[in-house]
C-alpha cells in the first residue's frame, strides 16, 4: 500500500443559529438548563433553501478552491455520507461529483451510518487510492439532522459538514492507520417514511457512544504503540459537549487536545458532519509532524478510528483560498422558534 492521506479539505456551517433557551420557551422547559447539560449554547439552523445537497457541494467547491492545480476529471470515486439526503431514490453524489466537474468517469454513491456515514466515506477512499484503483476519491459527511419537536434532540439536531479529498500525492495529512469497531447495538433509528427519529435515552450513552469510542480508541492506541500524549489534538464525535469532554477525559486526553474540534457548543450536533468538521476546524491550525486522533461514532454502531500526522506539505497548502471554519461559525444570525420552525418545515405556508 503506498502513502494514503489528505489532499485537501473544505467545510460548510449555516450562519443560522437558535438557542436551547428559545426553545426551552415554546415548550414550557427550562432550557438554558438543558443547553447547560448538554454543553450546547446554540445550534446551526439550515435555511430554507439549503439541504444535505448544497451544504456538501458549498464544502465540496472550498476543498477544490485550494488545491487549484488538481484537475477534477483526476477524482475517481466520490461518496457523500448522510442521515438526511433529500431523495429516498436518487443520489446525492452524483450532484456533488457533477458540482465540481468530477464526472462522468468515476463511481458515486451515498453511505448511510448514522453520525459516522462520513468517515466511512473516507475509509472507502483510502482503500480505492491505495489499491490503485483511483487517483482521488473525495468523502463529504454533512447533514440537516432530524429532531421531533419538544424531542431532547431538538435542542443539538444541526447543519453543517466537511469534504475531503484523499489521495497520495501532495499529502497535507497522513492517514497513518484507520480501523474500526462495530456492533449492532440499536440505540437510534428511524424507519423509512417517518420524519423524525427515536432513540433509546439513557441507552445511547454507555453501551453504544462510550463502548464503541473507547474500544475503537484503545485499538489504535494498542496499535500503533501509543499513548494520549503523542497527539496534539483530538476529535471524537460529538452529538453534544458533554459526550466527547467525558470520553476524552476517561481515554486520557486533555481539554487542550480536543478545544480546537469540539464545535458542538457553538453550532450544535451535525450529525454525519460532526467529526469531518472537527477535523478540520484542526486541520486549520495544524503544523507539519503534528499528531491527530480521531474516532468517529455511528448509531446501530460503530466507531472508526483514525492516526493522522500532519506532514511538510501544509506550508505550502492554500487554506485562505476557502473559509475555514472558524469563518464559517462568525457572523451568525438568531432565529426565534417561530422562523426555525419554518425553516425547518415544522410549519409549512398553506398553497
Known amino acids: 500500500m503506498m502513502d494514503v492521506g489528505i ?156 469534504a475531503y479529498l484523499i489521495g497520495s500525492e501532495n499529502i497535507i495529512a497522513k492517514i497513518n492507520k484507520t480501523l474500526s469497531f462495530t456492533t449492532d447495538t440499536p440505540d437510534f433509528w428511524r424507519r423509512e417514511g417517518q420524519p423524525y427519529p427515536s432513540h433509546g435515552g439513557r441507552f445511547t450513552g454507555e453501551p453504544a457512544y462510550f463502548r464503541h469510542i473507547t474500544s475503537a480508541a484503545k485499538m489504535m492506541m494498542e496499535a500503533m504503540g501509543t499513548t494520549p500524549e503523542d497527539y496534539r489534538f483530538a476529535v471524537f464525535h460529538q452529538p453534544n459537549g458533554k459526550f466527547p469532554t467525558r470520553v476524552a477525559a476517561q481515554l486520557g486526553f486533555t481539554p487542550e487536545q480536543i478545544e480546537r474540534g469540539l464545535l458542538t457548543p457553538h453550532i450544535g450536533n451535525t450529525y454525519s458532519g460532526a467529526v469531518p468538521l472537527g477535523l478540520a476546524s484542526v486541520l486549520d491550525v495544524a503544523d507539519p509532524g503534528d499528531r491527530i486522533f480521531v474516532t468517529s461514532y455511528g448509531s446501530g454502531a460503530g466507531s472508526d478510528a483514525f492516526d493522522i500526522t500532519v506532514t511538510d506539505a501544509i506550508r505550502e497548502y492554500n487554506r485562505s483560498a476557502a473559509k475555514t471554519v472558524a469563518e464559517r461559525m462568525a457572523n451568525t444570525v438568531e432565529l426565534d422558534y417561530a422562523r426555525y420552525a419554518m425553516f425547518k418545515g415544522k410549519i409549512v405556508m398553506p398553497e
Not at 120 to 125: E, H, K, L, N, S
Open 7 to 162: 489532499v485537501s479539505y473544505g467545510a460548510y456551517i449555516p450562519r443560522y443559529r437558535i438557542t436551547p433557551a428559545e426553545i426551552g420557551r415554546v415548550w414550557g422547559v427550562d432550557g438554558k438548563a438543558m443547553g447547560k447539560g448538554l454543553l450546547i449554547h446554540q445550534k446551526s439552523v439550515p435555511s430554507p433553501d439549503e439541504d444535505v445537497i448544497t451544504i456538501a457541494t458549498e464544502a465540496a467547491r472550498g476543498m477544490m478552491a485550494r488545491v487549484p492545480d488538481v484537475d477534477p476529471k483526476d477524482i475517481g470515486a466520490v461518496y457523500v455520507g448522510s442521515e438526511s439526503h433529500p431523495y429516498a431514490v436518487k443520489p446525492t453524489a452524483t450532484i456533488v461529483a457533477e458540482a465540481i466537474r468530477a464526472t462522468p468517469a468515476m463511481t458515486a454513491a451515498d453511505m448511510e451510518f448514522a453520525c459516522k456515514a462520513g468517515t466511512a466515506g473516507i475509509q472507502a477512499c483510502m482503500g480505492l487510492v491505495g489499491s490503485g484503483m483511483v487517483k482521488y476519491g473525495v468523502a463529504i459527511g454533512a447533514d440537516t439532522s432530524q429532531g421531533a419537536p419538544g424531542d431532547a434532540l431538538e435542542y443539538s439536531a444541526s447543519a453543517g459538514g466537511a
